[in-house]
């Protein structure tokens, strides 16, 4: 696979360049959606890349579309899970660099490259039809014909066979039984049916409510293949708010399809809080993650999981008179850029700028809007709320493959022709045990863990230097934080 070199962390002039290009009214570019300090794909895991897996990657030969001709590392990533637990994945960007100790969030299809429904299908068929999924490489061996498989040669072909529909990619394994292998499941996966897109590991909807104090807001929807999640409210929020069901009781373990509710005394202040949902549970093989941070890196797909630590964000706002507002956004890949929605469940209307035109968001109603991007550039969306504070969402937008025809437009696009470095050894990363196997991993891969929940896995966002859209100026007094 391909490596490149860390680079810096935020700007620490972040706060005058927002301003600057304020003042130019200016936008470019959108990404992952991230709301103030709440998790980046608004549920889901969140993990750190270990590197390519030893013993399970070979080589391949990748032509550039340009009549060059480079070798690539192919093979099994492992990640290691925010609070415990492991992942093995595979590459769906070849022309992308990335690097060991690189952020990723679990994300949906709609918000990757993997948007279109047909290619996404068809990695998914290669994913539930050979390794690691497939662990008897005997019975891989004789279904593809590829005889006597290993741990290597069955993650290159696998890997070579995902690159041909992730990026569309002119790739050949170097070794014969996997590019048998990878011809096999090129061939198959060409005929593979429409499958259900995997589910989130866990998520709630909405990610944001609002209303006035003296009712139940919400409700918030979990969302989780995990047998049982915990609940809990904000350390920092108001005394008497608490986390409820419909009927009013307390709420502190939910399962799938579980409603809550903030329940804010009637004379609360103004203001707001965050719950958060949290479980241990295996991902679902076919999960895109995604890099958090102002570079972008190669985007990755689940092949297998232990039982990983997952988290998903909800916040609410009330106030006791006039526009309430929840806002929430995702990335929209299809459409180009970011849905920002705007919820107001006050007694007043809402009116704000976007694009050259006013919303009006009526009391009772809701509005969401795309805001357009450019793919790869950095950018952060803040929308005024009626107090003059505002809510921020940054990231950088990762809709497209950058395979043949697409090459990265940076000198990091040159391919490394060595492999990314692997940890060695079978211990996992935050709370595992050494050379124990559960969930989907391949036996003769990456350990797994069963975590310990630690708490909301903290996103690691970085203000990039892209173009920056503003729906209004926050106060002056106020400084756009970096979400």
Not at 95 to 107: D, I, K
Not at 382 to 408: I, Q, Y
Not at 414 to 425: D, L, M, V
């Amino acid at each position: 696979m391909f490596k490149i070199q860390r680079r810096g962390v935020a700007r620490l002039a972040a706060a005058g360049l927002v301003t600057g290009l304020l003042a130019a009214g200016a936008i470019s570019g959108a990404g992952t959606a991230l709301a103030d300090d709440v998790a980046p794909a608004a549920g889901g895991a969140t993990a750190v890349l270990s590197g390519l897996q030893p013993g399970q990657f070979g080589d391949a030969v990748y032509k550039d579309g340009k009549g060059g001709k480079q070798t690539v590392s192919a093979g099994l990533f492992r990640m290691d899970a925010t609070g415990g637990g492991t992942l093995q994945t595979y590459c769906i960007d070849i022309g992308t660099h990335t690097a060991p100790g690189a952020n990723y969030q679990e994300a949906s299809w709609g918000a990757s490259s993997l948007h279109d429904a047909d290619t996404a299908n068809k990695i998914n068929w290669i994913l539930q039809h050979s390794y690691p999924q497939v662990n008897d490489l005997a019975a891989l061996s004789k279904t593809s014909g590829a005889h006597k498989l290993t741990p290597e040669t069955a993650a290159t072909g696998t890997q070579v066979a995902i690159w041909r529909f992730s990026d569309h990619a002119d790739v050949t394994a170097k070794n014969p039984k996997a590019e048998k292998l990878a011809d096999y499941l090129t061939d198959e996966a060409k005929k593979a049916t429409v499958a259900t897109e995997p589910k989130a590991s866990i998520s709630l909807t909405p990610t944001a409510v609002s209303g006035k104090a003296g009712e139940k807001l919400g409700p918030v929807t979990v969302h989780t293949n995990a047998a049982s999640a915990k609940v809990r409210l904000a350390g920092d929020a108001p005394d008497g708010v608490k986390v409820v069901d419909k009927a009013g009781k307390p709420v502190t373990n939910v399962t799938d399809g579980a409603e809550l509710f903030f329940d804010v005394p009637a004379g609360s202040a103004d203001g707001g809080t965050k719950l958060v949902v949290e479980a241990a549970t295996k991902i679902p093989v076919g999960r895109v993650f995604t890099s958090v941070g102002e570079v972008r890196k190669q985007t990755q797909i689940l092949a297998g999981s232990s039982e990983s630590s997952v988290s998903a964000p909800a916040s609410a706002t009330w106030a006791s008179k006039g526009a309430v507002l929840a806002v929430s956004a995702k990335v929209n890949c299809a459409a180009g850029g970011v849905d920002v929605t705007v919820a107001n469940e006050g007694d007043k209307p809402f009116t704000f700028p976007l694009g050259g035109k006013s919303y009006t968001i009526e009391a009772g109603k809701s509005q969401t809007v795309t805001v357009p991007a450019k793919e790869d550039a950095s950018y952060t969306i803040v929308v005024p709320l009626p107090d003059g504070t505002t809510k921020t969402f940054t990231g950088v937008l990762d809709c497209k493959a950058t395979g043949n025809g697409t090459p990265t437009p940076t000198p990091s696009a040159t391919p490394s022709t060595q492999p990314s470095p692997a940890s060695a050894g079978t211990t996992t990363g935050t709370t595992g045990t050494t050379g124990t196997t559960g969930g989907d991993l391949a036996q003769t891969g990456g350990s797994s863990a069963t975590p310990m929940i630690a708490g909301i896995a903290v996103a690691l966002v970085v203000i990039g230097g892209g173009a920056v859209f503003f729906l209004r100026r926050k106060k002056a007094s106020a400084t756009p934080a970096a979400e």
